[in-house]
């Protein structure tokens, strides 16, 4: 697979749930969907496959596109709102999967781990036919919101304002 | 909560998409190179309503973001764009013009074959690939063919093929280095017309 910018043209591109634009009205169904998404892409393997093991081991379901490496071009924007440009290339790994009943869950997943593109894609698939999973991801997402303030009091901790002192001879 | 779950008849693609679309490449490879010989489909695969197998194994293996297929009326049913849409990623025109993937059955109205894009001189190889389905594909006397990749002659037939074919074939053939590729499908096996390929009805 060649790296390549997400389009909004292409007839192909409605199936990838996470081309989403960020000004166009998300109704709530879909925003609960990119919540649980977000959330089990940022968990790491061990975390999703002991809770499978656990809760939906006997679970029947088939790989409907194996787990696929590829690149993805991650845009930013100077200041969150200066021109657009593009930050760079980042590994991704996605993945579908369908459940015995027909459920398709999908996955798009930082990295190349495969396992854990398909787990977090049986996820989907599970939250999308029952929400059974619902306490699992919020105390996924309450742990890795902890983890984030975690981290942002280090950061702030070793925070630096820099000014600049009045020299004067502007006057 | 649930959400309406989406797309809930997709079939898978390859098995291992990796070596399966290897497999069928290297057998539409050998199958343009040597017109008239007949190929085994190397894989099983998943087939979508509207398409057969070879068909399906075939767009699977060639077609991507970059290539447009165009589906005739009676292939165009739903689960077979689903299926190409997100295996392949390819976008489905329904404008023949844009095709570089025209698929078809075999009693459609053929008509359509002469809006092909043919390439031009500079690039002969932007021509579409007329991807035919069909039941039933021997090696019974019908079609005598010769030309590039055919030793002496080999003898080809092709369950219902009507008259207007060869009629555009002919003109096609005049066409070189431009001109249209034609693949017959049959459910198991697949066969190819190259460009350069000459035809005499038996």
């Known amino acids: 697979m060649t790296a390549h910018t997400a389009r909004t043209d292409g007839p192909g591109q409605d199936q990838n749930p996470t081309h989403q634009n960020k000004t166009a009205p998300v109704d709530q169904a879909t925003a609960a969907r990119q919540r649980w998404m977000s959330v089990l892409a940022r968990t790491p393997r061990a975390s999703l496959e002991a809770r499978w093991a656990a809760s939906y081991g006997d679970q029947k379901w088939s790989m409907l596109r194996e787990p696929q490496i590829g690149m993805v071009m991650v845009r930013g924007r100077a200041g969150g709102a200066g021109q657009r440009f593009n930050l760079g290339e980042m590994t991704v790994t996605r993945c579908a999967v369908t459940l015995s009943d027909g459920t398709v869950g999908h996955s798009y997943v930082k990295g190349r781990d495969r396992l854990q593109a398909q787990y977090a894609a049986l996820f989907d698939a599970i939250m999308l036919r029952d929400g059974s999973a619902s306490d699992f991801i919020d105390d996924l997402a309450a742990a890795q919101a902890e983890a984030k303030r975690d981290h942002a009091r280090k950061v702030a901790a070793t925070k630096v304002d820099f000014f600049t002192l009045v020299r004067g001879e502007d006057e | ?202």
């Open chain 2, 1 to 202: 909560m649930t959400l309406q779950s989406q797309t809930s008849e997709l079939l898978p693609g390859f098995e291992h998409t990796a070596f399966d679309s290897n497999a069928v490449f290297r057998v539409l490879l050998d199958a343009l190179s040597r017109p008239g010989r007949i190929y085994d489909l190397p894989v099983s695969v998943a087939t979508p309503d509207g398409l057969n197998a070879t068909t399906t194994a075939t767009l699977l293996a060639m077609a991507d973001m970059d290539t447009t297929i165009w589906l005739s009326p009676s292939c165009k049913t739903k689960a077979a764009n689903d299926h190409l849409k997100f295996h392949c990623g390819c976008p489905i025109s329904d404008d023949v013009v844009m095709a570089d993937f025209a698929v078809a059955r075999m009693d459609d109205d053929l008509s359509f074959v002469s809006r092909l894009s043919v390439g031009n001189a500079e690039y002969p190889d932007q021509s579409a690939t007329l991807i035919l389905m069909v039941d039933e594909i021997s090696n019974a006397p019908a079609m005598k063919l010769t030309g590039p990749g055919i030793k002496d002659s080999h003898d080809l037939e092709i369950k219902n093929l009507p008259a207007s074919f060869h009629v555009w074939r002919a003109e096609n053939h005049h066409l070189f280095p431009c001109g249209v590729d034609v693949i017959f499908t049959s459910p198991t096996q697949i066969v190819a017309l190259s460009r350069t390929t000459r035809i005499e009805v038996i």
